[in-house]
Every structure is written in C-alpha cells, then in structure tokens.
C-alpha cells in the first residue's frame, strides 16, 4: 500500500509537476482528522450491530432458560403453552429476515457450472441486509473527499483515506478468520458464518488497497514519469513493502474465488496463509517505515492473528499429549456400493486426555502420514469413555502423577480414557486417500499417528425443546446423532424438556446404515427409547423393495426422497410444546428443509438450525 515518506530531492522542471510532488509523499493533502471520525463512526456502527445481536441472543437464551425449567418432566397439556408465540411480530421476522434466502429459497445450494466447478452460494437475506450496509458504508467513508481541492490534494486525500480503511477493516477480516474467535461463543453465531463476512470483507480490504496504490501511483506519475515511480518503488523500502502487501492481498483475491476454492482447496488453504502473512508483512513495515497514524492497528491484527494460531496449537498439544502418551487413531474402512459417496472410514481417536463431549460439536483432524500438515473440520458422531488402568508405582512416579505409598487403603483418582469417533466420507484429498489406504489393509482397519484439535460449536442446546425434529442427509447423521442420545439420557433422566424427538434421515442405500451402526444401536436400546424417539428413514436408490422394510411402529423405511415440507406439517400438528428443527446434509436439503419451516412458523413456535460449512 504504497505512499512515499520522504520527498524526491530531484525537483522536476515542469511547474505543473512541481506543484504535484508534495501529494507524492508524506501526509500532504490527508486528513486525518476525518479519517479518524470515519473510523470512530465504523467502529460504533460494528459495536452497535454487536449489542443488538447480544441483547437478541441474551433474550432467547432467557425465554429457552425459563421454558426449559418450566418444562421439566411437565405434562403435554402443560407444554402446550409453548407451542405458540405470544406475539405475531417475531414469527414474521423469522420467517421474513433471519430464516429467509436472499430470493425464494436457494441459499446454501451451490451453483455448479459443472460437477467440478463449483461457484459458491448465496448469503441470507439477513447476511445480504448487513453485508451491503457494512460495503456501502465503507463506500461513502472513501468517497468523502474535499473535491474543492485541487486535484492532487483529492487523490492524496483518497489515497489516505484507503490506506487508513484498509488497515481499520484488517481487524474484523482476522477476528472473523479465528477459530478462536470470542464472538462464536459470546453471541451464538457459528463459524460458518463469521467466515461468510470474513470472505466479503477480504475482498472489501484488497479493493481499498489497491485504490490507495493506484492513488499513490496517479500523483507520482503526474510528478515524476513512470521511469521516475518505478524507480522510487524499487529504492525505497517504504513503498517496496507498502506494493508487496498490496500485490499479496491482490494474489488472494485472484485465488479466492469458488471454483478455484472448491478445485484446489488444500492448495488455497496453504497460498491463502502465506498470502496473508506476506501481507500483514508488507504492512507492518510499510506503517512503521513511514511512521503512519494509525500503524497500531496493523499491530493489532498481528496480535490477534498470531493469539488464534498459538490458541490452536495449545488445543493441539492440550488434547493429544498426556500423561499416559499421545493420541492414538483407528481408522476402519466401510462397505459402500461402489459409488464414491458411499464409502466412508469410521475414524476414532483415543484421546490423552479427557474431552468433555457435547452434541453437534466439530473437530479438525491432522493426519500427516495421509496428508501432511493439512487439516479438516468433521462433526464429532460419538464420544465414550472407559476407565483408565493404573501403571505400577513406579511408573506412577515416574509420570509425576499423584500417588501415595501410605498404604492400600488410600482412595485412587477417578481417570477416564475418552474415545471420540467421526465419520469421514470419501471425496477427494485426504478422505480418499485415508479410505484407500485403510481399504487396502487385509482386515480393513489401520492405526496411524493423528492429531485432533477442538472441540469447536456445540453452542446450539436443544434442552428446552419439547419436540426436536433432526433432518439428516448422508454424512450430515454425524451432526444428529448425538443430539439424540442426549435428549433420550436427558428425558430418561429428567433433565431436559424433550418429549418427543423425530429423526429425519435420508441415504443412498441400507449400505449407510452401517456407519452409525454401533452407536445407533445402543440408542435404539434405551429403555425410554420407544416412547420419545421416532426414526424415519428414505432409501433414495435402494437395490430391492426387501430392504425397505419397515420393523417397528418407531423405525420406518420408506424408498425415494424425503419432503420435508409434508413432514413438517405433519409434525407441527403432533408437537408437543416448542419445537426445534436442525438440519445438516447437502446445500439443496437444507434449503428445502429451511423452506419448510418457513412455511409454518406462522402457525407455532419454532426455531431452525442448519449446520452446515461452506468455504
């Protein structure tokens, strides 16, 4: 982002160049002081969107608080009085703002030039309101110049107030990038969506960038000749590094689009962090080479980019280092029909320490040995833990653990093992060479070294609920079933609200099935299982009509695809209190699932979740 700090000690002749080169460097021609009114001005329009959304979330937490308590082991008769809003305005802002797609329905379908290109999807209408408040805004900061002056003085002034925007709206560009990212758990928000606004304000930071060299770039070439710029870009380090963060940021943008996003993710992944260091980079020094105002918010941006790295790497060294070794993984390729979607590898790490499970949680896993240094978010399907074996006295010694040689009698620590297992569809990448190479082990199984880093979510608590409808499709079950087990523990135990749950879900063929077997098996043996949980499940490509049998009134089976909007009608007229609806699976069933609770939110208390991961 260049602008030269010191003065060209070769005059031109030319007075009209003469009268340009003090707008060629320096602060000449910037005004500070409403830049930093601009700023103060962005800053409280952000803070404001925070509060209205805390406040919003603070409300809801409240009102799921007291109906949660209010419900508890409560007759339906009684939960009746949750089935309902009490007012008809907040119904309609779900329906017509925070659940809305930007048109009618499609939001996180994604547009396929073909089955290899994919050109991403589109924001919410809620996301769409504050994506083009928050651009125009900048827009209107950019464009407010004194057009008074002459010329010169107004593109220093632009060039000025560019470079100054570009380093403000840095911060929120890395605070949104954060898996750390405070705000996910302050205000209920999921990651998926700070990093929709993450990629919108990328491109926001690049643009404002580039005018702000391009504004450097007029006034020296009117001043000096091209002949004359270039030679002060390739002197003086405070414009070399201002043009490195500037062609960084402008290498990002070229490479961040969908199709290339989608194409060559991996590759992205590790230009795009390179990319960005070189960037953060070029500006830090460019800033301090030119003693610019405003440099400590570069400061800043490296702070919190480097505090959410080393957070991540504590996670990394908390989970899978312990006093008993490091994190062991299994992987166990299973059967499929041939179809690539249909294979999968059943993964299982044993983690060093204790993990603390909660449902619909995610994790990024790091396998080196089938992808170096590359790591990807998968839903936590299930976690359970097993009491940990004592070692001899010495060896206890030995670890430093605490023990005492008072005598037998003196009462052992309590010490658990946890297991927590994911489900990873083969696709491309690392999920099939993982697949490929547990497939061709004769058993099927293999164990490598692995590392895992999380738990990230989970902030969504269904406890409240008196009904809970879980939609699924393919790998999306990983997200619900946990969700399940909690909710029947929760109901058996008399600590959640739930009295009737709905599974949704939707396969290929009875070949999936096999990939929550073990867990959907001790589900299936709860004793309250039969009177609260309902599971219906659509064979969309099954090989013959005997394997769409239906074995009970509670587990049903029907071929072709689920409707969501005939189950949903069906289930609001079967609630029982409030209602809960998530959703995760593929970008066209969410969407149809989103569609459907629209259609009746006027008509009860409902509230929808879509988890899903778009990049």
């Not at 009085?81 to 994604?110: F, M, Q, S, V």
Request: charged letters at 15%; hydrophobic letters at 45%; proline letters at 5%.
């Amino acid at each position: 982002m260049p602008a030269t700090s010191s003065p060209d000690t070769t005059a031109p002749e030319d007075p009209a160049k003469m009268a340009v080169m003090p707008y060629t460097h320096g602060l000449t021609g910037v005004d500070l002081a409403l830049d930093q009114k601009l700023t103060n001005a962005l800053w409280l329009s952000i803070t404001l969107l925070l509060l209205v959304i805390l406040v919003g979330r603070f409300g809801q937490m409240a009102n799921a608080h007291l109906r949660h308590l209010l419900n508890l082991n409560a007759a339906p008769k009684r939960a009746a009085y949750w089935e309902t809003d009490k007012t008809t305005i907040w119904p309609k802002l779900k329906k017509n703002l925070l659940y809305a797609p930007l048109n009618k329905k499609r939001h996180n379908k994604e547009f396929m030039l073909s089955s290899a290109l994919n050109v991403g999807t589109l924001p919410s209408r809620l996301h769409t309101a504050i994506l083009l408040a928050y651009v125009l805004s900048n827009i209107a900061y950019c464009a407010w110049l004194d057009y008074q002056k002459p010329r010169a003085a107004t593109i220093a002034e632009l060039r000025g107030r560019t470079g100054h925007m570009a380093m403000v709206n840095m911060v929120p560009l890395v605070v949104l990038a954060g898996r750390n990212n405070p705000f996910i758990y302050l205000l209920r928000v999921s990651f998926d969506t700070y990093n929709l606004f993450h990629r919108w304000i990328g491109r926001l930071v690049v643009i404002e960038a580039i005018v702000h060299t391009i504004a450097w770039a007029i006034n020296a070439h009117a001043a000096k000749g091209s002949q004359g710029a270039l030679e002060a870009i390739r002197t003086k380090p405070f414009l070399g590094y201002g043009l490195l963060g500037t062609i960084a940021m402008s290498l990002i943008l070229i490479q961040s689009p969908s199709v290339l996003r989608h194409a060559f993710y991996e590759t992205f992944l590790h230009c795009h962090q390179v990319l960005a260091l070189a960037s953060i980079i070029g500006v830090w020094i460019h800033c301090n080479l030119g003693h610019l105002p405003g440099s400590s918010y570069i400061h800043w941006v490296f702070a919190l980019w480097m505090l959410d790295r080393a957070a991540r790497l504590f996670r990394i060294i908390y989970r899978n280092i312990g006093w008993r070794g490091m994190t062991k993984v299994t992987v166990e390729a299973l059967p499929g029909a041939g179809d690539g979607h249909l294979e999968a590898c059943r993964v299982s790490f044993e983690l060093a320490r204790p993990w603390r499970y909660t449902p619909g949680t995610h994790a990024y896993v790091y396998l080196p040995s089938v992808s170096f240094w590359m790591n990807h978010p998968f839903s936590v399907a299930w976690s359970d833990s097993r009491p940990t074996p004592y070692l001899s006295l010495e060896k206890e010694i030995e670890a430093g653990l605490p023990t005492s040689r008072s005598g037998l009698d003196s009462p052992k620590l309590e010490r658990e093992t946890t297991t927590i297992h994911l489900v990873m569809a083969k696709r491309t990448g690392m999920t099939a060479a993982l697949y490929n190479k547990a497939r061709a082990s004769p058993t099927g199984i293999i164990t490598m070294f692995g590392l895992i880093e999380g738990p990230y979510g989970g902030n969504d608590s269904l406890h409240s609920y008196g009904t809970v409808v879980l939609f699924a499709a393919g790998i999306g079950i990983t997200h619900q079933i946990g969700h399940i087990r909690d909710l029947l523990i929760g109901n058996m135990e008399g600590t959640t609200a739930t009295q009737k749950i709905v599974l949704i879900w939707t396969v290929k063929n009875t070949e999936t099935l096999e990939w929550i077997r073990p867990w959907m098996d001790q589900v299936l043996a709860l004793p309250n299982r039969k009177q609260v949980l309902k599971v219906m499940l659509f064979v969309t490509r099954p090989r013959s009509a005997r394997e769409v049998v239906s074995r009970s009134e509670t587990v049903l089976m029907f071929p072709g695809r689920c409707n969501p909007k005939v189950s949903m009608e069906k289930e609001m007229e079967e609630r029982i209190g409030a209602m809960a609806v998530t959703v995760c699976g593929p970008g066209a069933f969410g969407d149809d699932v989103r569609a459907a609770v629209r259609g009746v939110v006027d008509y009860g208390t409902v509230d929808f979740i879509e988890e899903g991961f778009t990049w």
